[in-house]
């Protein structure tokens, strides 16, 4: 059965470090791998996919991710956070044989100091 | 681009009443919608995944008869939460998926349910 971890439920960066959140999956075939955002009360907002191709990836606000099937990890990385940035970060799986239903990780909540 | 509505944002409803909320994709047509539930500080768990004119499928676990989904058209799904409990307060998203999309589900902005 396809699975997602995220290590890490919560962390703490200050403004301008760095961040790298950890994804691990577990997928029998190529897998279609995404990373949201959540602020507080609000829906989800995808950051970005990797369905193939280059394994770096980018995607908006400035964040990253890389694949790495060798590891089953796609980790999300951003060089400077802002405070902005502060939210709850889930990574997903997408199972293309089943309708297209996607897995989540049990989520990464950030929290940026000042 | 492919923007999905909930309605409502949020919604107090007293215990053994129902409560409906719509999911509405408003610049393109939903070949599958999905619902999901969240508990505070947890994960999004599917409950449903609904494909216009057809019958919902339900997650394991998930109880169809109190759950009701009513996916009518292309652009809206409706959950209706029955005879509604305490322990069905939680926070509701629905997604929507169409085939031009990449595989890219499009979120809702979620519904709070409260029920006292």
């Known amino acids: 059965a396809q699975s997602v971890t995220q290590p890490d439920i919560h962390i703490t960066v200050s403004e301008g470090a760095s961040l790298e959140l950890r994804c691990n999956y577990s997928?029998?075939?190529?897998?279609?791998l995404f990373w949201y955002v959540q602020s507080p009360g609000q829906g989800l907002q995808l950051l970005l996919k990797?369905?193939?191709?280059?394994?770096l990836v980018q995607g908006i606000k400035g964040f990253e991710a890389e694949f790495k099937r060798s590891q089953s990890s796609f980790n999300l990385r951003k060089p400077s956070v802002h405070w902005s940035d502060a939210a709850e970060y889930f990574c997903?799986?997408?199972?293309?044989?089943?309708?297209?239903?996607?897995?989540f990780g049990t989520g990464t909540r950030l929290q940026v100091t000042l | 681009g492919a923007v999905v509505s909930q309605h409502p944002s949020w919604v107090i409803c007293k215990s053994g009443t129902s409560v409906k909320i719509e999911c509405r994709s408003l610049?393109?047509?939903?070949?599958?919608m999905f619902w999901y539930r969240q508990f505070p500080k947890q994960s999004l768990m599917l409950m449903a995944t609904?494909?216009?004119?057809?019958?919902?499928?339900?997650e394991q676990g998930v109880e169809k008869d109190k759950f009701l989904i009513n996916h009518a058209s292309l652009t809206l799904s409706t959950l209706t939460v029955t005879s509604a409990h305490p322990e069905d307060s939680s926070f509701y998203i629905c997604?929507?998926?169409?085939?031009?999309?990449?595989?890219?589900?499009?979120f809702g902005p979620g519904t709070r349910l409260t029920v006292t």
């Open positions: 610049d393109f047509q939903a070949t599958t």
């Open positions: 990797y369905f193939s191709g280059d394994t």
């Open positions: 997604s929507a998926y169409t085939l031009q999309g990449a595989y890219e589900q499009y």
């Open positions: 997928y029998g075939a190529t897998p279609y």
């Open positions: 609904s494909n216009e004119g057809s019958k919902a499928t339900y």
């Open positions: 997903a799986l997408l199972n293309t044989g089943t309708a297209s239903k996607l897995t």
